[in-house]
């Protein structure tokens, strides 16, 4: 009996090269994905800011809408990052 699993076991082997390969690939497709989100975070903060900016100087009143959306549009894509890191372990 203990031969059986011996056997499987063994046999079972030569696929940990290709598991590693694998979790590199990996590693380098979501490091790049959470420095996108990072950069895609700071452009919805840039342009957010720009476009409350405007409305402001226009003398529109209700903008904290605008900057409510634009604000957590920011927060989720900087947190999107992190959760592709946390998720795969990177």
Do not use: H
């Amino acid at each position: 009996m203990v031969c059986c699993f011996a056997a499987c076991t063994v046999s079972a082997q030569p696929g940990i090269a290709e598991m590693q390969q694998a979790q590199q690939d990996l590693k380098s497709t979501f490091f790049s994905a959470f420095d996108l989100s990072l950069i895609v975070a700071t452009l919805f903060g840039i342009i957010g800011g720009l476009r409350i900016y405007k409305n402001a100087q226009m003398g529109k009143d209700r903008f904290t809408a605008d900057v409510a959306a634009w604000f957590f549009a920011a927060l989720f894509m900087t947190l999107a990052g992190v959760f592709l890191r946390a998720i795969f372990g990177i």
